[in-house]
């Protein structure tokens, strides 16, 4: 089955500053891999994703690229802000199957 | 997106008893899921709802412990059988939206925080 792995586990940033987090999956079957962002004490919400026919969605300050032949997605945000601080939850699925998530990403930005 | 409801929003239990979870949606959805979210941690899929039948259980999660409901294409409920500490988590349903081509995009109820002593 499909497994999926992310990193890094925690990132700091400054105010302004640019953060990446990745992600690898393992069956090259995935087509779907969205992206969540989940404040503490809330649902995870959809942020941004992206499917396997491109190779890159822009939406505003955050991006997603994938890299089918590495098997491998990441999340850019940019001129990151406090607000941005949250746990990043990545995932892939194939067609209308289940999603697998990856392990999750605590991004704290520093004003 | 849909409004996706989820009753209660937190419970404290007693071992050995049982809690039904509901999540109700505010349009028809094709799919809806069950996941558990352990604190500090990801989301495991419990199950897949299916209307009409029996749901899908993923790898270490029975029907026993969690016997699921889906009635109608707006309404499920989870219910956590004879809890155990262990059973102390997050319980979020899920709904898939119909998306461009053959990926759907899925959305998160509230979640319900059970607590088990």
């Known amino acids: 089955g499909e497994n999926v792995e992310q990193h890094p586990s925690t990132l700091s940033v400054q105010e302004g500053d640019s953060a990446v987090i990745k992600c690898t999956y393992s069956?090259?079957?995935?087509?779907?891999f969205p992206w969540y962002k989940q404040e503490l004490g809330k649902r995870p919400q959809l942020i941004i994703d992206i499917r396997s026919n491109v190779g890159e969605k822009k939406d505003q300050r955050i991006a997603v690229t994938l890299n089918k032949t590495a098997k491998h997605f990441s999340l850019h945000i940019t001129e990151t802000q406090p607000e941005d601080s949250a746990v990043y939850f990545c995932a892939a699925s194939r067609d209308t199957d289940k999603l697998i998530f990856g392990t999750g990403t605590r991004l704290q930005v520093f004003p | 997106s849909a409004v996706i409801s989820q009753k209660p929003s937190r419970d404290i239990c007693q071992r050995g008893t049982s809690l039904t979870i509901q999540c109700q949606v505010d349009?028809?959805?094709?799919?809806m899921f069950w996941y558990r979210q352990q604190p500090g941690q990801s989301l495991t899929l419990i199950a897949t709802?299916?209307?009409?039948?029996?749901?899908?259980?993923e790898s270490g999660f029975v029907i026993d412990k969690f016997p699921i409901s889906r009635p109608n294409l707006t309404f499920s409920t989870l219910t956590v059988s004879n809890m155990s500490p262990e059973d102390s988590s997050i319980y979020l349903c899920?709904?898939?939206?119909?998306?461009?081509?053959?990926?759907?995009?899925?959305?998160f109820g509230p979640g319900t925080r059970l607590t088990v002593l």
């Open positions: 709802a299916n209307q009409g039948s029996e749901a899908t259980y």
């Open positions: 899920s709904v898939e939206l119909a998306g461009v081509g053959t990926y759907n995009e899925q959305f």
């Open positions: 349009s028809q959805v094709t799919m």
């Open positions: 069956d090259s079957a995935s087509n779907y």
